[in-house]
């Protein structure tokens, strides 16, 4: 399994705290509704798992101490990169 690494800052920019931990939330956005709607006319059995599956969810990584958003991923964002 190959964990990938996105760059946020060292410090929140709200509050400048600097502990290099995040609060993360991921939810579903339109491209994995349509993911599911895809899924669901091609192969309905898997039509759940981009619900399940992170990549297709928009991820948000928030301050621990003062929950402002320090970072966000989007859906498939790294689904074209060649790996070294």
Do not use: Q
Request: net charge positive; with cysteine.
């Amino acid at each position: 399994m190959h964990a990938t690494i996105y760059t946020l800052p060292d410090a929140c920019p709200r509050c400048h705290h600097t502990n290099g931990r995040t609060r993360v939330r991921t939810y579903p956005t339109l491209l994995t509704w349509l993911s599911v709607l895809a899924l669901l006319l091609l192969f309905w059995p898997l039509a759940w798992v981009p619900l399940v599956w992170s990549k297709f969810k928009t991820t948000d990584h928030m301050c621990v101490k003062c929950n402002s958003i320090v970072g966000t991923v989007e859906p498939l964002s790294d689904c074209c990169e060649k790996r070294k």
